[in-house]
């Protein structure tokens, strides 16, 4: 050994990374814990979060009888913690404990727990263990490409891994399901089945009673009310200094010196573009607020009259609303240049807006245009029940009438090997 001094550094540096020791702690657990029948580990966005998917999941189960002598877990990063647990509240989400991510209870979890759920990836160390019982939902109809088809997917490794590992694969539609296990390429390595079942996030724009009650408690029953959620454009060289968040703040200028008093526009920016500067000029604007922090995005979306976005698969959902949708996409050119996407912008049936005041333009107008096939194509399986069907099914065993489909395999014992993210 040249330099002793340097190794032990390196290796207590080692020692103080908590994925290191998760890692390590995670091998042991999984050669030496039992499967726990009762006991159900949830995880949104890398544990980021409590949204979409998961959080519908988990409104549904913790409130339904059939559930309650399971044990119910969610991770969570520490520093997430205070985010999470308004919405737990505001979604009357109980009796789930949160866990802290690559700690030793959340290793324990990972290692044991017989239902995992999550709607992106687990970490790459997990692996799936005989017994255990793995939905991912995943988060979106892609819209983007993806996998093979992307050439700037740097997860590919460990979201490949994952959904190879799952025993059911959710898709809210066939196209959906055809593009990821293609571009994930799960035929012939995969022994897991896709579902063909509605997001269960989808299910909130089916409850009118909801929207109602947010819409009086907000008071904006006397007001036009529309959401704004574009995609984030820069890169994680960039963050806080992109010159997409100049763009962006010089159109929500021009939108909040435009709209009226009876009017109000909420926002939802990507985490990643959502830095102290924008943050501050957001708090400064009439018209503009953010969403509520203390809601689930989807949640309060539902009370919106008009979604506008841009490159977002989030038009797919809120296509269920009827309600009216405005692409808004000021850097097209720029952006298709860069991105590749599965369908084309100017096929879709909705309007597009390149300047703020065609944008309100076609925000004060009514809905002109004919969404039935897309509706028919993207969001036929969308139902109000969709987290009764997919969990009731995947959980207790109970056929819920849902499209469930062998992933197509050779019939061959396979070798699977994980290089990392490469």
């Given at each position: 050994m040249k330099n002793p001094f340097a190794y032990l550094k390196k290796v207590r540096t080692k020692m103080k990374d908590p994925y290191w020791r998760a890692r390590c702690d995670y091998i042991k657990?999984?050669?030496?814990?039992?499967?726990?029948e009762n006991v159900i580990l949830l995880e949104s966005q890398t544990g980021t979060k409590i949204d979409g998917n998961i959080y519908a999941i988990l409104k549904y189960i913790t409130n339904d009888e059939k559930y309650s002598n399971y044990k119910i877990y969610l991770s969570s990063w520490g520093r997430y913690v205070k985010t999470i647990n308004p919405i737990m509240a505001s979604g009357d989400i109980k009796n789930t404990e949160l866990v802290i991510y690559n700690s030793d209870q959340y290793v324990r979890l990972l290692a044991s727990a017989k239902y995992i759920i999550n709607d992106a990836t687990f970490p790459g160390y997990f692996i799936k263990k005989e017994g255990q019982v793995y939905i991912n939902t995943w988060h979106g109809t892609p819209l983007k490409n993806m996998g093979k088809s992307s050439h700037n997917d740097v997860f590919f490794g460990n979201v490949q891994k994952n959904l190879v590992s799952a025993d059911y694969l959710l898709s809210p539609n066939v196209f959906t399901k055809e593009v990821m296990v293609r571009?994930?390429?799960?035929?012939?390595i995969s022994q897991g089945h896709t579902v063909l079942c509605g997001y269960p996030r989808n299910s909130l724009f089916f409850n009118k009673e909801g929207r109602e009650a947010l819409r009086t408690k907000f008071e904006l029953n006397d007001k036009r009310v529309y959401a704004y959620m574009p995609t984030w454009r820069g890169t994680v060289n960039d963050i806080g200094n992109s010159k997409n968040d100049t763009y962006l703040m010089y159109y929500l200028y021009e939108l909040d010196r435009l709209l009226t008093d009876d009017e109000v526009l909420y926002i939802n920016i990507h985490p990643m573009a959502m830095h102290a500067k924008n943050d501050v000029q957001i708090k400064s604007l009439k018209h503009i607020k953010k969403f509520p922090a203390e809601y689930d995005t989807y949640e309060f979306l539902n009370i919106t009259d008009v979604l506008i976005t841009d490159y977002s698969s989030?038009?797919?959902?809120?296509?269920?609303?009827?309600?009216?949708?405005?692409?808004?996409?000021?850097?097209k050119a720029d952006y298709l240049e860069k991105r590749g996407m599965y369908l084309n912008m100017d096929d879709l049936p909705f309007p597009q807006a390149f300047d703020a005041?065609?944008?309100?333009?076609?925000?004060?107008?009514?809905k002109n245009y004919d969404d039935t096939d897309f509706i028919n194509t993207y969001c036929n399986y969308d139902n109000i029940n969709a987290s009764q069907q997919l969990c009731d099914m995947a959980i207790l065993g109970m056929d819920t009438g849902l499209e469930v489909e062998k992933i197509p395999d050779n019939g061959k014992e396979n070798v699977f090997v994980y290089g990392g993210n490469l």
């Open positions: 657990y999984y050669e030496t814990l039992p499967i726990e571009d994930y390429m799960l035929e012939n989030v038009f797919f959902d809120y296509a269920n609303t009827r309600n009216k949708i405005v692409l808004f996409p000021y850097d005041q065609t944008l309100l333009d076609e925000l004060r107008s009514e």
